[in-house]
């Protein structure tokens, strides 16, 4: 694979611009805009903090950058909130960006009980819409779904895209929802800013969740937590253990799943489910040539909508005609590999009632199961699968094998396609070979 981004910097991710990518610079402590080869078109120098150390993950939520940093003097990590600013608003209707800004952070400072080694976070982020117009002075509006938003949400609309007021944005707090109507009734002196038309973005954030690779015991057991903080208030809402989180070098957030990269895989938790657990576990190519060794993951962009995930990379592993080779980027250099999250038939498991008949002089049937399971281990629904039956012993042919109640069969919501096998009446022992085979 061609290099591509050609990062100096372990971080990326897409911004407010489509087709461009974005990196924190240490070096020039500014948010460097890229496209897609390399190319730096916008240097945005940070205000009102600095980057302390490296940036290791870089995120953006749709309206606010955040960023994950391992404090100095080995003191424990701080996640901070940034904006592209000026933005567009009422007041400054001819504003563009030029600085980095820093608006929120949260800094967490190693305890006696606990130690926080954390190279990646995920901020969970939702994108909704206006379902009609609402003129400036509103102090209510209605979105098209008000899952997840409650009385303290802070709500961010725009880019506006009402006459007069294109481009503008603003922020209000929610007071009151209502979820059979979905109208929204926030605090605003003045009431809205702006007026906005249907289908106008709305988006917010209401947690931040922090991989740390260790439990509160105080000793650095390597075992793993995922921590689920609420936003704006930053405070700990509940805990998650085990070994998955343990080792988790990048993470993302999109729609409703967290998924991450540790190991040889990348994992994700959809937190939609009423019991929040692992959604799926995907191999990925994340593996050197000798097929021992892991190649980490920087920082990760999911994008579920287009079924993939980008993997940001200082390396990365090929395979032509069963030979694998690993290709080191230059030194320094950080590029990123795609890899798809859609279901690929991964494997097709034969299940047999017996394994062994003597069909003469009575015929003996066998049912056939097969299994088909994707990449992540789940099961395959509506595939073909064609059965057939070849005898590969002994040498010389005594008859055909045998025939299958159904030859062509497509798998249920299980994944599953069943048959029988009847075998010939053949007067000798012979080793019949089944397979089942995706069309």
């Not at 949400?153 to 503008?168: A, C, I």
């Not at 190519?285 to 995930?309: C, F, K, M, R, W």
């Not at 798809?340 to 498991?349: D, G, K, L, Q, Y």
């Not at 009847?422 to 070979?433: E, F, K, L, R």
């Amino acid at each position: 694979m061609p290099l591509n981004l050609q990062l100096n910097d372990a971080n990326f991710s897409l911004g407010p611009e489509s087709g461009f990518f974005y990196s924190c610079s240490f070096s020039s402590q500014a948010l460097l805009k890229l496209e897609g080869d390399g190319d730096v078109v916008g240097t945005f120098p940070v205000a009102r903090s600095t980057f302390r150390t490296d940036v290791l993950q870089l995120h953006f939520d749709g309206t606010f950058f955040w960023t994950l940093e391992q404090l100095p003097s080995d003191l424990g990590i701080s996640i901070k909130k940034w904006r592209l600013l000026p933005v567009k608003t009422a007041a400054f209707s001819g504003a563009v960006p030029v600085e980095f800004r820093w608006i929120d952070q949260m800094t967490l400072i190693h305890r006696s009980n606990i130690r926080w080694d954390a190279q990646s976070f995920a901020v969970e982020h939702y994108h909704r819409s206006l379902t009609s117009s609402f003129l400036a002075g509103a102090s209510t509006i209605r979105l098209n779904d008000v899952t997840n938003i409650n009385s303290g949400t802070e709500l961010h609309l725009g880019p506006s895209g009402f006459g007069g007021f294109v481009g503008n944005e603003e922020s209000v707090t929610a007071i009151s929802v209502n979820s059979t109507t979905g109208d929204v009734t926030f605090s605003k002196t003045g009431g809205l800013e702006n007026s906005y038309t249907g289908a106008d973005p709305v988006n917010f954030v209401i947690n931040v969740w922090i991989f740390n690779d260790h439990q509160f015991s105080g000793d650095e057991n390597e075992a793993g937590t995922l921590l689920k903080f609420s936003w704006p208030e930053k405070q700990l809402i509940s805990i998650l253990a085990g070994g998955r989180y343990a080792n988790v070098t990048a993470a993302d957030f999109d729609s409703t799943v967290i998924s991450w990269a540790r190991a040889f895989q990348i994992l994700q938790l959809d937190l939609s489910t009423a019991t929040i657990d692992l959604s799926s576990s995907q191999e990925a190519n994340i593996i050197e040539d000798d097929l021992t060794t892991p190649i980490i993951v920087y920082d990760l962009i999911s994008d579920l909508a287009g079924l993939q995930h980008l993997k940001l990379q200082d390396r990365e592993t090929t395979e032509t005609a069963g030979n694998f080779i690993t290709t080191v980027w230059p030194a320094g250099t950080f590029n990123f590999q795609s890899q798809t999250t859609a279901p690929i038939v991964n494997s097709v498991a034969m299940e047999f009632s017996t394994r062994v008949t003597k069909p003469f002089p009575t015929l003996e049937t066998i049912n056939v199961t097969a299994n088909v399971r994707d990449q992540f281990n789940f099961p395959v629904f509506n595939k073909t699968l064609k059965f057939s039956s070849s005898i590969t012993a002994p040498p010389s042919n005594p008859g055909i094998p045998g025939t299958f109640s159904l030859d062509t069969v497509v798998t249920n919501i299980s994944g599953v396609a069943e048959t029988v096998y009847t075998p010939s009446t053949t007067p000798v022992d012979i080793i019949v070979d089944i397979k089942a085979e995706i069309q």
